[in-house]
């Protein structure tokens, strides 16, 4: 995936400043798609020299002006096509698990400080997602993009909670080793 197309898929429900799209990206697509403001703002660019968006300045009054950032129709045919081919599966790349695969290269406490640390990351991260949960399932009649936003997010709990049982296994062998 490209940073363009978790781009579009924010603005192709309703234009958006750059402050708004950037609050946007890290509130949702940002728990699984990592950017940076620069790149997004660089991105940005591109895909309005693709004419994929159009940005419209706003004069603020005591402030800088603002662009607002449109889909064209040229965007939502290229994010649409996007949708439809298959995706790859992304391969696991993280450094804490050849961290543990050579963990008995340091004292055991060593990788349960890690795990331990990487335990309370995904907890909190996962406590964020039960809130947003419980702001979805107070939602009487959702519409299709919240039915598939909440797809999306019992996948990021699932992975959660998945990965807090896996630091607890951790725990529990090394606890037994010693």
């Not at 603005?11 to 697509?29: I, R, T, W």
């Not at 391969?91 to 406490?109: C, S, W």
């Not at 907890?123 to 999306?152: A, H």
Request: charged share 25%; hydrophobic share 35%.
């Amino acid at each position: 995936m490209a940073l363009a197309h978790a781009i579009l898929a924010l603005l192709v429900h309703q234009p958006m400043s750059g402050y708004d799209l950037n609050k946007a990206f890290e509130e949702s697509v940002g728990c699984f798609w990592k950017a940076t403001h620069q790149q997004i703002y660089r991105e940005l660019g591109k895909l309005e020299d693709q004419g994929w968006i159009t940005a419209e300045t706003i004069a603020q009054e005591g402030r800088p002006d603002k662009k607002l950032y449109s889909m064209t129709g040229l965007g939502h045919e290229n994010l649409t096509r996007w949708v439809a081919q298959p995706c790859d599966v992304m391969p696991i790349k993280e450094e804490l698990l050849v961290k543990v695969f050579v963990g008995d290269l340091v004292p055991r406490a060593v990788i349960r400080q890690q795990i331990e640390q990487h335990r309370q990351l995904h907890q909190t991260t996962l406590e964020r997602y039960r809130s947003i949960e419980q702001e979805f399932c107070s939602s009487t009649d959702p519409s299709p993009m919240m039915q598939f936003g909440y797809l999306v997010l019992r996948r990021g709990i699932r992975y959660e909670t998945d990965y807090i049982d896996w630091c607890d296994e951790v725990l529990a062998t090394i606890e037994e080793k010693e």
